[in-house]
């Protein structure tokens, strides 16, 4: 079985109704193994804030050092989203295996009349995820209520309700002590119930709470919970300190934290009292991990900030409440006029969304692609009565989007609401990518198409066009439909994803130039956000000699001379560190590192990477003031050297003493895990290196699933490209480094060497460290000392597209960088070996 059939057999099991119990659950999970049995599970229900609340419990619960497992809904790109193991999510591979492994018996089921709904296997495929990953911890985010949710098939160590407003009221009850009974029944037996509701829902908590044995743990919050004096935590509001971070104070028992947290609005407050409490009673005390973790609790589509310039908005509230606590936060921000973009599903109460919603001068209606979601030119009708601003119902969401950012100037607000679903889709205009594929020979071509999900039954036709410039993206299923048709008229071959509704479409082009050309044209004519493919295809094959498209974040940037900007720059090491792998205590004593730093330039390095703290297996985490002791001296000692100076630190405190020395570049080996280090680097205008890593220090012998390591890597440093660009620094400004020997197997780690060029699909400068690394040992050499290797791969690196090369050796890199420009340009160099 391909992905692709398995994802559509669970999609299809979307048209059947949702049975309130967790005995079909029981049952699956009984077929399967029971593999819940064992696992430490937090479960998150309420109202509103579920998933926001999920994502804080699980970011702290991995910053104090624990393997978490999330279940969350809905998806935004593709239902492996839904699943995720210390943020990363669940393979193709697993999906494939557990269909696999629970079809028959589903087959089984439906033919007795008793089929289990989508939400039903999705939940068991994370309960069985969880059990393969070994996780310590899981959080389940409850689909709908709580007592009858597939996810309360688990027995929960802790739990919580974040609030309690009037939804779904068909299945959960007319009233708020009916839904917060249901909801409350998470309640576990014996352990704490932490929830921010009051009044009427509260009592009835307190009730179920009561009768289950579970302690109930109050948070007293902006937007809920009782009277701060009456609650065990209270969390307080201190506002926006940026379109990307708000400021919370948390305050129980003898224990205080202040810290920023990257969501908006007073609501968000609230939903950190929650996270918070939880952590607490799993045993997180320390004020400095609560901190960090909450800080890190990236949550897409919850007041997300795109850009500022109109400020872009997406958010997905998609209830009367929801959208009332939208209009208070977007209330701090000061704009123009409001542009609305809205779509939301049929079972909604739109009139009351509509009023709870800020006044606007122009609203596009639209509809996301689901079948649920409700007629545009309904919500359109809806917002005519609500109001007198300009309304226009559009046909997909990229359209409606774009025609609200057309109509945008620069000090106005954009803002699209009403549905996760809406969001999701919004999103692509800046998450797609364009990924160059190197196609030489049929075979090559299969494997491309069969990667994307392309039918078995069309590989073969497709490969046989697939020629010249060949490229992969994904689109929406309606986008798809069109684009086929397109790309057929212009000559272009276009093999499609097999996965259907509920996922983007993976989509594999190949053509020529010209006959790209020809279908952008086309494109761009079309609507459901088509012109949007169209530019970003014309971007990537620089078909109209722009390189500098898109809908990023931020604008402007530096606009410096960097030496990558002309070639492949080399990047020499200075180790100040008694335990590096290859170099360590040699450059240890300052005189040494004076003088190794002399002897880079002289070879002809470009870039000085001066690190302070070891990374490789086992390495000790040096403290902050330590480290800043080790490297500042020496970055004073080099500053005016003729190369550019770089701080290699996974810290913001010391990156920003490294710059205050004269440092020029920030290189992040754990990819901005540290919240202050994008701030850092748009704050000072200066390039950041962006590494993809597991871990950093690399744990040894770690086991990392991926489906496709160039492919998974490229995604994942996608998400820490976006957030850096929310951040304020410019994409020109970040460069990008696929990690080679962090996560990654010596094959996996040659596998992104040879497929270096795909790195363009991500729009920055790429970066390879592979200096002396143990992905050697698979051609003959030892880890830490392979000088042959190195030098090939610096060679072949360059060759494949690198900008920047990171090394030990410097002269014999530096030689072999020139010779592949040389290579690849001879009337570019000069009688001394240089680029003329």
Not at 206 to 218: C, M, N, P, T
Not at 544 to 553: E, I, N
Not at 576 to 588: A, K, L, N, Q, R
Not at 618 to 628: F, H, K, R, S
């Amino acid at each position: 079985m391909r992905y692709y059939e398995a994802a559509n057999f669970l999609f299809d099991l979307r048209r059947f109704q949702v049975e309130p119990g967790t005995e079909s659950v029981r049952d699956l999970l009984a077929h399967l193994g029971d593999p819940h049995e064992g696992i430490d599970f937090v479960q998150v229900a309420g109202t509103n804030g579920k998933g926001s609340v999920a994502r804080m419990v699980e970011s702290v619960l991995r910053e104090d050092g624990r393997r978490v497992g999330l279940y969350t809904s809905p998806h935004f790109e593709h239902l492996r989203e839904r699943v995720r193991v210390d943020g990363r999510t669940v393979p193709k591979s697993d999906v494939t295996e557990f269909v696999d492994a629970a079809k028959p018996w589903l087959v089984e089921r439906a033919a007795d009349g008793e089929p289990l709904t989508f939400f039903e296997v999705v939940t068991a495929l994370a309960l069985w995820r969880f059990d393969r990953a070994d996780v310590d911890v899981a959080v389940l985010e409850v689909g709908m209520g709580g007592e009858f949710d597939a996810t309360s098939v688990v027995d929960p160590v802790a739990a919580c309700v974040t609030n309690v407003s009037l939804e779904h009221t068909a299945v959960l009850g007319d009233t708020v002590e009916e839904i917060a009974r249901t909801k409350a029944k998470v309640a576990p037996a014996g352990g704490p119930l932490v929830t921010a509701t009051d009044g009427a829902a509260l009592e009835t908590v307190r009730e179920v709470a009561d009768d289950a044995g579970s302690d109930v743990v109050s948070v007293s919050g902006p937007d809920g919970g009782p009277a701060p004096a009456d609650a065990d935590l209270s969390a307080t509001y201190e506002g926006a300190v940026s379109p990307q971070e708000s400021l919370v104070a948390l305050v129980g028992d003898g224990w205080a934290v202040e810290t920023r947290i990257p969501l908006l609005g007073a609501y968000q407050a609230t939903n950190a009292g929650v996270a918070a409490a939880l952590v607490r009673q799993l045993g997180v005390t320390d004020g400095a991990t609560l901190a960090r973790g909450l800080r890190n609790a990236h949550w897409p589509g919850r007041f997300e900030v795109m850009r500022t310039d109109p400020l872009v908005v997406l958010d997905g509230a998609h209830n009367p409440a929801a959208c009332g606590t939208l209009a208070e936060t977007l209330a701090e921000f000061d704009y123009d006029d409001l542009h609305l973009v809205f779509g939301a599903m049929h079972d909604k109460d739109h009139e009351a969304m509509a009023g709870a919603l800020p006044a606007a001068a122009t609203v596009h209606t639209c509809a996301p692609a689901i079948s649920r979601a409700e007629d545009p030119e309904v919500l359109a009708r809806v917002f005519e009565r609500a109001g007198d601003a300009d309304v226009r119902a559009a046909g997909s969401v990229a359209d409606a989007l774009a025609a609200a950012r057309e109509a945008a100037d620069a000090d106005d607000c954009v803002l699209l609401t009403g549905s996760l679903f809406c969001v999701a889709e919004a999103r692509t205009a800046w998450t797609r990518q364009v990924v160059p594929k190197a196609i030489d020979d049929r075979a090559d071509a299969r494997a491309a198409l069969a990667a994307a999900n392309v039918p078995e039954s069309e590989v073969d036709a497709t490969a046989a066009e697939t020629v010249h410039e060949t490229v992969a993206t994904a689109v929406s299923e309606t986008q798809a439909t069109h684009l086929r048709r397109e790309a057929a008229r212009a000559g272009v071959a276009c093999g499609v994803s097999g996965v259907g509704g509920g996922e983007l479409a993976e989509a594999v082009l190949s053509g020529s130039r010209a006959a790209f050309a020809d279908l952008t044209d086309a494109l761009a004519e079309r609507g459901h956000g088509l012109s949007g493919v169209a530019a970003d295809l014309r971007r990537d094959l620089g078909l109209d000699g722009d390189a500098d498209g898109g809908v990023g974040v931020a604008a402007g940037g530096s606009g410096g001379d960097y030496p990558w900007e002309d070639g492949t720059a080399v990047m020499g090491i200075l180790n100040v560190t008694p335990d590096s792998f290859h170099d360590g205590g040699e450059f240890f004593d300052e005189a040494d590192a004076l003088d190794r730093a002399e002897a880079l330039v002289e070879a002809g390095v470009d870039v000085i990477d001066v690190g302070g703290e070891s990374t490789r297996p086992g390495a000790d985490e040096v403290p902050v003031d330590e480290e800043i002791g080790r490297i500042v001296p020496v970055i004073e000692a080099v500053a005016d050297a003729d190369a550019l100076i770089s701080v290699d630190t996974r810290k913001a405190a010391v990156a920003e003493a490294a710059l205050d020395a004269g440092a020029d570049v920030l290189n992040d080996v754990t990819g901005l895990n540290d919240p202050g280090m994008r701030f850092l680097a748009a704050e000072r205008d200066v390039p950041v290196i962006v590494m993809h890593s597991i871990d950093a220090p690399v744990v040894p012998d770690k086991e990392v699933d991926y489906d496709d390591v160039v492919e998974d890597v490229i995604a994942e440093l996608g998400e820490r490209v976006l957030l850096a660009e929310k951040a304020g620094i410019p994409r020109e400004n970040v460069i990008v480094d696929p990690g080679l020997g962090f996560g990654k197997t010596r094959r996996e780690n040659f596998e992104l060497l040879g497929r270096l060029g795909e790195f363009d699909a991500l729009g920055c400068p790429v970066l390879v460290g592979h200096s002396h690394k143990s992905m050697f040992e698979l051609t003959g050499e030892t880890a830490g000392g392979a000088p042959n290797g190195t030098v090939a791969a610096t060679a072949l690196a360059a060759a494949n597209g690198a900008d920047i090369v990171r090394v030990h050796d410097a002269a014999e890199n530096v030689a072999a960088v020139r010779v592949a420009a040389a290579a690849a340009d001879p009337d570019g160099f000069d009688a001394e070996g240089g680029p003329e």
